[in-house]
């Protein structure tokens, strides 16, 4: 598991740096619901909005690991070389999660949603890494990115441009 923190107006490498538009609307809360964006022409990414109605925050998903069947995840992801390929980086891991435009404002926190964010095991606060985020251009530096010490999915450190 790996997820890289965005914030409002203080984070120059947040979508919501320069405000609220049409495109980065759900980033200013509630938290708990999904914003999906589309990026280079290609690929969706996924964050779970995570500060309060108005204030502009979220989590990206970059990376996660398939804890069950596998062959179903690579019916998804023909192309995935390994298992731990299946979900290495945020447009991976949308892909495998048939995670879409239309999933933008989903609440994952509703029962009812077709997106879910569930409770799992409790994880060691020692086993917990933090660096800085991976291919940012501005920020580089804040250490906002979260992963598992020895997950296999966790992507490879790639300094932003400018770093």
């Not at 490498?13 to 938290?31: D, I, L, W, Y």
């Not at 992801?77 to 299946?86: I, S």
């Not at 933090?130 to 920020?139: E, L």
């Not at 598992?148 to 441009?161: D, F, I």
Request: aromatic content about 8%; proline content about 10%; glycine content about 12%.
């Amino acid at each position: 598991m790996e997820v890289e923190a965005y914030r409002g107006a203080d984070d120059p490498a947040s979508h919501s740096f320069r405000g609220r538009t049409a495109r980065n609307a759900v980033m200013f809360g509630p938290p708990g619901h999904l914003y999906v964006y589309f990026v280079y022409g290609m690929h969706f990414c996924a964050n779970i909005t995570c500060l309060g109605d108005g204030e502009a925050g979220a989590v990206l998903l970059r990376a996660g690991e398939v804890i069950s069947d596998p062959a179903v995840a690579f019916t998804r992801r023909p192309t995935a070389r390994r298992t731990a390929d299946l979900a290495r980086g945020p447009a991976r891991l949308a892909s495998l999660l048939g995670l879409g435009r239309e999933h933008n404002g989903v609440d994952v926190t509703d029962p009812e949603s077709p997106v879910r964010v569930l409770a799992g095991p409790p994880v060691d606060p020692a086993a917990v890494r933090t660096g800085p985020r991976v291919g940012v251009a501005a920020a580089h530096g804040t250490p906002w990115r979260f992963w598992l010490g020895g997950s296999p999915a966790v992507s490879p450190y790639r300094p932003g441009r400018g770093a």
